[in-house]
């Protein structure tokens, strides 16, 4: 008797156990972008180099010249928050987490506005919030978790030109820091931004100067703000195949299920539906709807890249002009014979469809942006110059 009771007890807690086992397996494949409220996601670091073609140079400070700038944390690399200009507001976070922006200039503003919230029901997104970049508390609402760092372009022409186009070169390149980890997609839902400031310099100017006119820094400098954003979306049509599996929620508008059909594969190159303005202090009851029925998402105008093989994250498609988020198609450009400020951001999207809990991990990502002009698009060979 003793026996069948101690039996029928082991029986209930092995039935028990594999509820609770059950419920979490549900659990985690229920719970789809934004990496939840949980966040257990932890990139800590930005690992990369930005380099520059024939007719430019950059630098951090607006003071050291070269053609190449490299970022990260080890010993003898530069730190885009140490080796910045005095007075500039780059954010080096201590923990990656989704944030969503149409990188859409309005109002003139100071800085690209970047929104987060917090994701239930798998689908419901809550307390959509900016973020406030001097937050410094990760657990925060509005904790800034992404990149963002300023660049100053010298670009020396030898037409009589008032701009140049900006094209991104073939060898750019976005993947994570481990590649063990390569398999979970969370390369696939990184952004890049470059925001154009208004002003320009002489290309003989001092730093004095160079921050009065483009960065809005000294004594009676003029106002700085966005006057134009290119965002770059590496790996566009790369998904492993658990999101695949997974995640294949989105309701289309007409259009667009014509082009997509009813699901997406993993080497669909999709579009992203980002949280507008107007979504501040609301609530998305489904965030996957696509159709155009939910005001508060808007699709990101990006500029799609795919990488070249499974070991090569370089551009497959060559090199590749930046495009303005005001329409996806007017060429990003600077001012040519002048300085100019570019602010870059590096973010993972939280409306992207590989944002999901399954994606996140401990690490960093490396970021390869070459940077070029009067290059002919699709062309692998080193990039020429007006």
């Avoid at 229920?30 to 257990?40: D, E, G, K, V």
């Amino acid at each position: 008797m003793g026996k069948s009771k101690k039996n029928k007890k082991k029986s209930e807690m092995n039935a028990m156990f594999f509820i609770i086992l059950l419920a979490l397996v549900i659990f985690i494949i229920s719970t789809y972008a934004w990496f939840s409220t949980q966040r257990n996601v932890s990139i800590t670091n930005l690992n990369g180099i930005v380099e520059v073609a024939e007719g430019l140079e950059i630098s951090l400070d607006a003071q050291n010249w070269s053609n190449g700038i490299v970022l990260g944390t080890e010993e003898g690399q530069l730190s885009i928050i140490d080796d910045a200009y005095p007075g500039n507001s780059n954010i080096s976070p201590s923990e990656m987490l989704p944030v969503s922006t149409l990188g859409l200039v309005s109002g003139q503003p100071k800085d690209l506005q970047m929104l987060r919230g917090t994701i239930s029901n798998s689908i419901q997104l809550n307390n959509i919030a900016p973020t406030d970049e001097e937050e410094t508390n990760p657990d925060a609402t509005t904790y800034p978790g992404y990149f963002a760092f300023d660049v100053f372009l010298k670009n020396s022409s030898r037409q009589e030109i008032d701009t140049d186009d900006l094209q991104l070169n073939y060898d750019s390149s976005l993947e994570i820091t481990d590649p063990e980890n390569s398999q979970t997609g969370l390369q696939n839902t990184a952004r890049v931004a470059f925001a154009k400031y208004n002003g320009t310099a002489d290309v003989m100017a001092d730093q004095t100067t160079i921050l009065s006119q483009t960065a809005g820094i000294g004594v009676s400098a003029p106002q700085s703000y966005i006057t134009d954003v290119a965002i770059w979306e590496p790996n566009a049509n790369d998904h492993v195949d658990y999101i695949v599996q997974n995640n294949n929620k989105i309701t289309w508008s007409s259009p667009d299920q014509g082009t997509y059909g009813s699901s997406f594969t993993t080497t669909t190159k999709m579009p992203t539906y980002a949280l507008t303005a107007s979504s501040i202090g609301q609530s998305i009851a489904n965030i996957y709807l696509w159709d155009g029925s939910e005001r508060l998402l808007q699709k990101q105008n990006t500029l799609q890249t795919t990488k070249t093989s499974t070991e090569d994250y370089s551009i497959s498609e060559g090199v590749q002009n930046l495009v303005s988020t005001s329409d996806g198609t007017t060429n990003f450009n600077i001012a040519a014979n002048a300085i100019c400020r570019i602010r870059i951001y590096v973010w993972l999207e939280g409306q992207d469809v590989d944002c999901i809990n399954y994606a996140s991990y401990g690490g960093g990502i490396t970021v390869n942006i070459g940077l070029v002009k009067g290059s002919d698009v699709g062309t692998h060979e080193p990039s020429g110059t007006d």
